[in-house]
């Protein structure tokens, strides 16, 4: 199948910046479009809530409250997607989820699989 790992998580203060990278390892056949979610830890049973994706071609999709502050973009040869962020606030502290959209390969021939890694956490001080 396809697994997906992150890093890049860490601990700053209100308008600093980091960045997230997520790999992609696996028999993968093809990648869709990746992305990337979050969850407050203060809240484990929420669901994840789209932060930004970016697709096959490029095309990039943002939740309103990351426009301006957050990039997103890819590396198509390394299978890997990554997050800038810029500015951040108390309120962006969360575990960070990468996700994938993918075909990949085993014995029986190609199939489709919605992958997410386990996280890395974000914690923006005052």
């Known amino acids: 199948q396809v697994q997906l790992v992150e890093s890049g998580g860490g601990l700053v203060h209100a308008g600093e910046s980091l960045r997230l990278s997520c790999t992609a390892s696996?028999?993968?056949?093809?990648?869709?479009?990746m992305g990337w979610y979050r969850r407050y830890r203060r809240s484990p049973g929420q669901e994840r809530e789209l932060v930004a994706r970016i697709s096959s071609e490029g095309d990039t999709d943002y939740a309103d409250f990351v426009k301006g502050r957050f990039t997103i973009s890819k590396d198509d040869a390394k299978n890997m997607v990554y997050l800038q962020m810029n500015n951040l606030r108390p309120e962006d502290t969360a575990i960070y989820h990468c996700n994938a959209d993918v075909y990949y390969n085993d014995h029986i021939g190609v199939n489709a699989m919605d992958a997410w890694g386990e996280g890395t956490v974000v914690t923006v001080l005052s």
């Open positions: 696996g028999s993968i056949f093809s990648i869709n479009a």
